[in-house]
């Protein structure tokens, strides 16, 4: 991530999110970073690409449910 300015870049939000609760997503270069809507300012979570396929996956696969379906 290095050389990229972070304050051009766009941060994109579900077209499925809540007012008010939701994160946002943007991509640098090969990571791909998350924060938390409500909290600009706050922390940011970066995942490599390898991470985010993996994690959407999951959550396609139903990984993360509560209740095993």
């Known amino acids: 991530m290095q050389g990229s300015d972070n304050t051009l870049l766009k941060w994109l939000k579900s ?9 946002e997503v943007r991509f640098i270069d ?16 970066t995942f490599t690409n390898r991470e985010w396929t993996a994690f959407l996956e ?4 139903n990984e993360f449910d509560r209740i095993k379906r």
């Open 15 to 23: 077209s499925r999110s809540n007012p008010g609760a939701c994160v």
């Open 58 to 61: 999951g959550v396609r696969s």
């Open 30 to 45: 090969d990571f791909v970073q998350v924060r938390d809507s409500k909290d600009p300012d706050g922390p940011v979570l």
